[in-house]
C-alpha cells in the first residue's frame, strides 16, 4: 500500500473545500472527507465532487433542531447510487452513536470519553456483582 492509500484530506464543507475536494479526487486521485456537514445539500456537492466521506455533525445540527440529517443523507446517497460514506462526528453520547448508524452511518467517531461511558449498562454492572457473589460462595 502506497503512503498516499493512507492519507484522507479532511476539509471543510464550503465553496473552497469543496472545489479542493473535486481538484485533489480528479487530478491526484486523493481521498477527502468533507466535514462541518451540516446539510443534506451541502453532502450532494461533496458527493458529486467526488469525497470519500462526508462528515454530518450530528451534536451541532440537533442542538438547532436537525434530527433527520444522517437519515436523509443516506436515502438520497442510496438512491443515486452513491458511494460517498457516511462519518459522523460531533456525537455527544452512546444513544447519538446508535441511532447515527441506525440511519445509516458508515462510521462514528467518538471521543475516548464517549468510548468509555458506551460500555457502561447498569445491568452488566449488577450481573457482574453476582457472577462475582456467585464464585466466591462456590469458592468458600
Excluded at 493512507?6 to 473535486?22: D, E, M, R
Excluded at 466535514?35 to 469525497?51: E, F, M, R
Excluded at 441511532?99 to 449488577?126: K, N, W, Y
Aim: charged fraction near 20%.
Amino acid at each position: 500500500m502506497d503512503e498516499i492509500d493512507q492519507v484522507i484530506i479532511k476539509l471543510p464543507c464550503t465553496q473552497q473545500g469543496i472545489c479542493a475536494c473535486s481538484s485533489l479526487d480528479q487530478r491526484h486521485d486523493i481521498r477527502c472527507n468533507l466535514t462541518l456537514c451540516c446539510s443534506v445539500p451541502q453532502a450532494i456537492l461533496a458527493a458529486a465532487a467526488g469525497a470519500w466521506c462526508v462528515s454530518p455533525f450530528v451534536a451541532r445540527c440537533e442542538d438547532i433542531g436537525i434530527t433527520d440529517l444522517v437519515a436523509n443523507i443516506r436515502k438520497v446517497f442510496d438512491r443515486g447510487g452513491i458511494k460517498t460514506k457516511i462519518l459522523c462526528g460531533s456525537l455527544r453520547s452512546p444513544r447519538q452513536v446508535v441511532d447515527s448508524f441506525l440511519a445509516g452511518a458508515d462510521i462514528c467517531t467518538v471521543s475516548p470519553e464517549l468510548l468509555e461511558r458506551m460500555f457502561d449498562h447498569p445491568l452488566t454492572e449488577s450481573g457482574l456483582q453476582k457472577f462475582m457473589a456467585d464464585w466466591e460462595a462456590v469458592q468458600a
